[in-house]
């Protein structure tokens, strides 16, 4: 499945799991572990070199999920993942080089911000989906929250640092489309294929709502 925007993205599941995997032959059967646990939005980071064949797998072999690539930095990157099959892209950080590139290759983005400079840099390219990061490190809830009033037209997706415990408190801002983490594909389990551990995870977190 190929979403068309990134709020197509944020409408998918209220979790995007972020996955770093370092051997290929992990990706197909952790893939179908998140997708049966209710999450079809992955996104593979770049940071490993297992990341790109791995999205490539993926694309291929689970037609429910839909792959992302994560860790983008580089236009080449970009362009890379894409051919290998992703559905969306999301960068840590941004530049304009990279931002150009990123809507060259025709696929919904999530560019990462940390200030209302950056998303306003964004904003005035037309991009309103964003990447909240490093999300608790950068000042969490409450700042997110701040930007909301100055910036109402921006929507995020945070990421780095939230967990099954803090993700209702920021599903609830009205400015979150869904939050992203690694908590729901653990290096231990994933090593040792403790892929019924990665489907709980993950129905777990696609059952996460906003706090009330
Ligand atoms: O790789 C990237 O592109 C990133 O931007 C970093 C990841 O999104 C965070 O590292 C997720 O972190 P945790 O959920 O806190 O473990």
């Given at each position: 499945?190929?979403?068309?925007?990134?709020?197509?993205i944020?409408?998918?599941?209220?979790?995007?799991?972020?996955v770093?995997?370092?051997?290929?032959?992990n990706?197909?059967?952790?893939?179908?572990?998140?997708?049966a646990?209710?999450?079809?939005?992955?996104?593979?980071t770049?940071?490993?070199?297992?990341?790109?064949?791995s999205?490539?797998?993926?694309?291929?072999?689970?037609?429910?999920?839909?792959?992302?690539?994560?860790?983008?930095?580089?236009p080449?990157?970009?362009?890379?993942?894409?051919?290998?099959?992703?559905?969306?892209?999301?960068?840590?950080?941004?530049?304009?080089?990279?931002?150009?590139?990123?809507?060259?290759?025709?696929?919904?983005?999530?560019?990462?911000?940390?200030?209302?400079?950056?998303?306003?840099?964004?904003?005035?390219?037309?991009v309103?989906?964003?990447?909240?990061?490093?999300?608790?490190?950068a000042g969490?809830?409450?700042?997110?929250?701040?930007l909301?009033?100055?910036?109402p037209?921006?929507?995020?997706c945070?990421?780095?640092?939230?967990?099954?415990?803090?993700?209702?408190?920021?599903?609830?801002?009205?400015?979150?489309?869904?939050?992203?983490?690694?908590?729901?594909?653990p290096?231990?389990?994933?090593?040792?294929?403790?892929?019924s551990?990665i489907?709980?995870?993950?129905s777990e977190a696609?059952?996460?709502?906003?706090?009330?």
């Amino acid at each position: 499945m190929k979403p068309a925007s990134s709020d197509d993205i944020f409408a998918l599941a209220p979790v995007i799991p972020v996955v770093v995997l370092d051997d290929v032959h992990n990706a197909v059967p952790l893939a179908r572990a998140l997708v049966a646990g209710g999450l079809p939005a992955i996104e593979v980071t770049l940071r490993t070199d297992a990341g790109l064949p791995s999205i490539e797998r993926i694309a291929a072999e689970v037609p429910d999920a839909v792959v992302g690539a994560g860790t983008v930095t580089s236009p080449e990157q970009a362009r890379a993942a894409v051919k290998a099959g992703s559905a969306f892209l999301v960068s840590p950080g941004c530049t304009d080089r990279l931002q150009g590139a990123l809507h060259d290759t025709g696929v919904p983005y999530l560019p990462g911000v940390a200030t209302a400079s950056e998303a306003m840099a964004l904003l005035e390219r037309g991009v309103t989906a964003l990447k909240f990061f490093p999300a608790e490190a950068a000042g969490g809830r409450t700042y997110l929250k701040s930007l909301g009033g100055p910036l109402p037209q921006a929507r995020f997706c945070p990421t780095g640092g939230i967990t099954p415990a803090s993700a209702p408190d920021y599903l609830a801002l009205p400015n979150v489309g869904c939050v992203g983490g690694t908590w729901l594909t653990p290096a231990g389990a994933i090593a040792t294929g403790d892929w019924s551990r990665i489907e709980t995870l993950a129905s777990e977190a696609a059952g996460l709502r906003p706090a009330s």
